[in-house]
């Protein structure tokens, strides 16, 4: 008999732990404390594959950091100046291109900001102008 539209021909699923993974960790726990003896052994020994194997596993990698950067950028002008500042700062090599891409993609957000204040502060000034404008009803 087929199966009516929409419903499991299992709704409780498959049972757990009956998957190929789930038997073959069971099997292996077994022997792990054994295997990991083995493996250490293997790495105090000098065996370069055990040392790999362990680090790979134990130890995080290491990421690239880059060290912080002083740039004087000019306090007089605005952010194009700024931003002018810090191509240049790029182009003699005293800035990494990454540190510059952030300190530019700061600056963007910093200009999309102040273009946001100065609609507000205009709109502000626009709507209490209409308001003074038009006459009011008394009751």
């Known amino acids: 008999m087929p199966w009516a539209p929409g419903r499991s021909g ?14 073959l960790r069971a099997a292996l726990s077994k022997e792990l404390p054994e295997v990991l003896e083995t493996l250490v052994a293997q790495a105090k020994a000098g065996d370069t594959g055990a040392i790999k194997l362990i680090l790979e596993r134990t130890v995080p990698a290491l990421r ?22 810090v191509l240049l700062a790029l182009a003699a090599g005293q800035l990494p291109v990454n540190q510059a891409t952030g300190i530019l993609h700061a600056m963007a957000g910093l200009a999309r900001l102040k273009e946001l204040e100065e609609l507000e502060r205009r709109l502000a000034a626009l709507e209490q102008r209409h308001e003074s404008e038009i006459p009011r009803r008394s009751a």
């Open 10 to 23: 299992n709704p409780r699923g498959r049972a757990p732990g009956s998957g190929k993974i789930d038997k």
């Open 64 to 85: 690239p950091v880059d060290a912080p950067t002083v740039l004087n950028l000019p306090a007089e002008g605005g952010l194009a100046d700024q931003g002018r500042a």
